[in-house]
């Protein structure tokens, strides 16, 4: 599992299981790494090792991009739709549902260009971790 810092000068940061104070370090599945680095911002990677040998293909925003575009469809849009209107706890439930698990790209780039929400993202990449293992 890769290593990562969290680099932000105040408060603590909880995903995953894992509470980070500003410097502290921490294993987390490769996925929530992703997550945490890319989308959260406020964290570095320390080490890789042992991450998923797709990792460096995902930090590729083209590949991210076509990979959204194959997974969408018509009933994506109603599903985006409605994950729109949902608060973030009721979001999180419908995560944890399993019902989005083969999309969570889709849902994530429809959150990025939709209402961009930090908890949502969070839950995403928390989610993402769970279903790593």
Do not use: C, W
Not at 6 to 13: I, L, P, S
Not at 18 to 46: K, N, Q
Request: glycine letters at 12%; charged letters at 40%; a negative charge.
């Amino acid at each position: 599992m890769p290593t990562i810092r969290y680099t932000d000068d105040g408060g603590r940061y909880r995903a995953g299981g894992v509470t980070f104070e500003p410097g502290d370090e921490g294993e987390v599945s490769a996925g929530l790494a992703e997550h945490l680095v890319d989308a959260v911002g406020d964290f570095e990677y320390v080490t890789l090792e042992n991450a998923d040998a797709d990792k460096t293909t995902n930090g590729d925003d083209a590949s991210e991009d076509s990979l959204a575009g194959e997974d969408e469809s018509p009933e994506d849009d109603d599903l985006i739709d409605e994950l729109q209107g949902l608060t973030i706890p009721e979001f999180e439930a419908e995560l944890e549902s399993g019902r989005f698990d083969d999309r969570l790209d889709a849902v994530a780039e429809a959150e990025r260009e939709g209402k961009d929400r930090a908890g949502v993202h969070d839950a995403i990449g928390v989610r993402r971790a769970e279903i790593e293992g």
